[in-house]
Structure formats: C-alpha cells, structure tokens
C-alpha cells in the first residue's frame, strides 16, 4: 500500500521545510510513504527548498496557475507513480501531520474512498468571529447543494483513494475544496469526515484577499457545481417564480374579464403572458442543461475509463514538468 503526501506550494520556501518535517515517516497500514510538491510558479526558493529535503517528486508549472489546477496536476503525478491513496495538505503546516493516520485510516478499512479532515473552527485563535461563522455557513450550504454530511467543507486536508482520485473533476480556477465534495456527494461516492488538529497560523492565507472576496468566490464556485450536478431542478425552481407570478396576474385578469370589467386590464393580460413565456422558456433552458448534464456523466465516465488505462497500465511514471 503506497501513500503519497501532496503539498501544493507558491512562494512557500519561509514554511514549507517546517510543513515537511511534520509529515510522518511512517504508517501502520502502510508500505511505502513518499511525497510530492506542486510547484506553482513560485518565484522564490520553494523547489530548492523542497529538493534539499528530499521530495520524491516535483510538478513545476513555469507560471502561477492557482490552487484547483495545481491539485489536479498533484493528483495526475500521484496516480502515474502508483499511488494507492493520496493525501493533500498545505504548505504554511496549517494541519498537524500526525493526524495523517487518521485520516487515511477510513479508505484502509474499506469505510470511504475521500475523507475529509475536520477542523476545530470555534477553537481555533486565528479565526475571527466572522470567519468562523462564515465557515459554518459555507460548509452547511455544501452540505445541502451535495446531501453530505461534512461539517468542515474548505479544509484542505483530504485524502483520495486511487479509485476516487480518478474520478474526480474540477473545472473552476478557484480552488477544489467546495466543488469536490458537491461532485462527490451528488456521484454518491463514500465521503467522510475525522477531526485533526491544527497548528498556529504561519502566515495569512493567501486565497483570498478580503472576507467578501471569500464569501463570493464560494458561493460562485457552490451555485456552479449544484447547477452542473441538478440543472433541472435549479431551473425549475427559477422558472416557478414567474410562472406563478403570470399565473395569479392571468386568474386576476380573467375575475375582471368574465364579470364584464376586463376592458381596463389589457395590461395584466400583456404581463401574465411575459411572465408565463419567461417561466416557459426557463424550463425549456433546463431541460436542455439536464439533456447536457447527462453528456457530462457519459463523458466523466469516458474519462475514467481512459484514466484507468493510462494510470494502471503504466509503472511509476518520471516526474512531470
């Protein structure tokens, strides 16, 4: 059984080393441990840094990409060198590495294929009051869009099986976080949660630069990844709104017509009919985006079938660049 520890980095060479000598050594469970960085465009020392440690593997991208492609790439090297489970962390040690073995420790017993590390918000001293109480909201609205029960949705520290990892797709440029487990919940994949532990805050994150900026970027990232997984039902509830809007201004305009006063109302007429046609129109538009959605499934599964072939039919892979 091979593991394989995934650090996304940029700019990270002042953290990264204390980031690294915090991961374990060694697992019960585990045959082989290795680790990985992806390195995004950093302009300062982190690959040096990284090198003189002695991580395994290094994928470089020449420009900053962001944190969703930077995983994506972290999860394509990991598969092509044999990894059987993955784990990503952060490189400002945000997360406690001893509590890796706990984390992996539900995909060893056959319970989840992703496991999700839950933090203890409430007790942890960096986070403002607001914070905390936007990351509970955040995490109930992931819960809702993807019928999961993960109470710490934007923790980064996760672990993948091999099996997971194949299937998983993220398309925003933001980050991975969110999207992953509305895609998980809504594919019904084995999902789970364990708490860690963290450490004092390093350094200030550097996804967002503003609370709002947060806040909107989430929800943005959210209402596109429930839109992509239940584009019916997301249109039907906006076309109901002025379709029943229409109906109730047509049933007014039909009282006055049949008691002999519907001369005077044309204009309720004009605006029922816009707002029937609007409503009608909005269904059509998520039928088509269901008709889409069932190419997207076909298509997904296209791609894991192809993922298959090139990770299982390969041996362990030289690094990426």
């Known amino acids: 059984m091979k593991l394989i520890i995934q650090i996304p980095c940029y700019n990270e060479a002042e953290t990264l080393e204390i980031a690294l000598n915090d991961l374990p ?8 441990i290795e680790y990985l960085i992806i390195n995004d465009g ?3 020392e982190t690959v040096a840094v990284a090198k003189r440690w002695g991580v395994h593997h290094v994928v470089n991208f020449r420009r900053n990409k962001g ?8 999860l394509d090297a990991c598969l092509l060198n044999g990894a059987d ?21 539900p995909i060893l017993e056959g319970r989840a294929d992703i496991v999700v590390g839950e933090r203890p918000i409430d007790e942890t001293a960096h986070f403002s009051p607001l914070k905390k109480k936007l990351q509970h909201l955040g995490s109930w609205v992931v819960r809702k869009a993807s019928k999961t029960d993960i109470p710490d949705a934007p923790s980064g520290f996760r672990a993948y099986s091999r099996e997971a990892a194949m299937h998983i797709n993220v398309v925003n440029d933001y980050t991975y976080t969110l999207e992953t487990i509305v895609q998980a919940g809504r594919n019904k994949m084995a999902i789970t949660s364990v708490p860690i532990r963290t450490n004092p805050e390093l350094r200030e994150s550097r996804l967002f630069h503003s609370m709002w900026g947060y806040v909107k970027r989430s929800m943005l990232t959210i209402l596109r990844a429930f839109l992509w997984y239940r584009p019916l039902y997301c249109f039907s509830v906006v076309a109901t709104i002025p379709s029943l809007i229409g109906l109730g201004i047509g049933i007014r305009f039909l009282t006055y017509f049949f008691s002999g006063r519907g001369s ?16 009608f129109i909005t269904l059509v538009i998520g039928l088509l985006a ?32």
């Open 290 to 321: 269901d008709v889409i959605a069932t190419n997207r499934k076909i298509l997904e599964d296209t791609q894991y079938q192809i993922r298959r072939l090139r990770y299982d039919g390969t041996r362990p892979a030289e690094d990426e660049d």
């Open 25 to 32: 050594k060694k697992i019960d469970g585990i045959d082989e």
């Open 85 to 105: 489970i993955i784990v990503n962390t952060d490189a400002d040690n945000q997360y406690c590495g001893e509590d890796i073995a706990k984390l992996i420790r």
């Open 67 to 74: 944190l969703a492609k930077g995983f994506m790439a972290g």
């Open 42 to 44: 950093s302009q300062d």
């Open 264 to 279: 005077g109302h044309v204009q309720s007429l004009i605006l029922a009919c816009a707002l029937l046609i609007i409503g």
